[in-house]
């Protein structure tokens, strides 16, 4: 497998705009998760998808921040009108569940976009 | 509902063990780990799906104990590769919620 992209590496946006990440999953994943992650603190789970459907929505995320992913492939996280407590490290993972509800196999996780608001 | 990890850092000369504990103050259903390089991304190590299961691989080794609901992360021989940040994430008991709650993690040196 190719792993878990994520694009771009580096964003740096001033206060206000709107973000996008792409994240493109390993090939026939269809579990994708998105995590933020702050120096110091583990991974944050923002939201999870099995195939298409937005399954799990963290009560944390404002409605600024908004995820998709149609056709249960590539997935988008988009933050609108950033505030400079949302400069972190956006991580996507992906993984194949072979049944049940649970989380039972591995996570494979992107580098990550690193989102720096100014 | 985020596990608390113990120590927050370790130091080791290469060949010593360590031990890297995860507790929880709810029902879990299972513990994962992850160990993170730094500007890299998590890697998997492990899943103790049930209490009181281990599991090792290679010389890295993990227990649950279901009823105090906490993991444990056993490290031997360590190696310098072993150097980086060790998260424990938990899933918790009861109806499924799809996500793992990680710990701030610990960070693990190893050095010559």
């Known amino acids: 497998d190719t792993g878990v992209s994520q694009d771009p590496r580096h964003k740096i946006t001033k206060r206000g705009q709107n973000v996008t990440f792409r994240c493109d999953p390993i090939s026939e994943h269809n579990r994708l998760y998105w995590y933020r992650q702050t120096l110091g603190q583990g991974p944050e789970f923002l939201t999870y998808f099995q195939n298409e459907a937005q399954l799990e929505k963290s009560r944390l995320l404002s409605d600024r921040f908004s995820a998709e992913r149609p056709k249960g492939s590539f997935s988008t996280l988009e933050i609108q009108r950033t505030e400079q407590g949302d400069s972190a490290m956006y991580l996507c993972?992906?993984?194949?569940?072979?049944?049940?509800?649970?989380?039972?196999?591995?996570?494979?996780f992107g580098s990550g976009t690193q989102l720096s608001v100014l | 509902q985020q596990p608390v990890q113990s120590p927050q850092a370790v130091i080791l000369r290469e060949g010593e063990d360590a031990v890297i504990n995860c507790s929880s103050s709810?029902?879990?259903?299972?513990v994962h780990w992850y160990r993170q390089k730094h500007g890299e991304a998590p890697v998997f190590l492990m899943i103790?799906?049930?209490?009181?299961e281990q599991k090792g691989h290679d010389k890295i080794s993990a227990s649950f104990n279901e009823k105090k609901q906490q993991s444990s992360l056993y490290l031997t021989a360590s190696q310098l590769s072993y150097s980086g940040t060790y998260f424990c994430g938990t899933e918790l008991g009861g109806g499924s919620n799809y996500k793992l709650t990680f710990g701030k993690g610990t960070l693990l040196t190893v050095n010559p």
């Open positions: 993972a992906s993984s194949l569940a072979t049944g049940g509800a649970r989380i039972n196999e591995k996570l494979f």
């Open positions: 103790l799906l049930k209490g009181g």
């Open positions: 709810k029902a879990l259903y299972s």
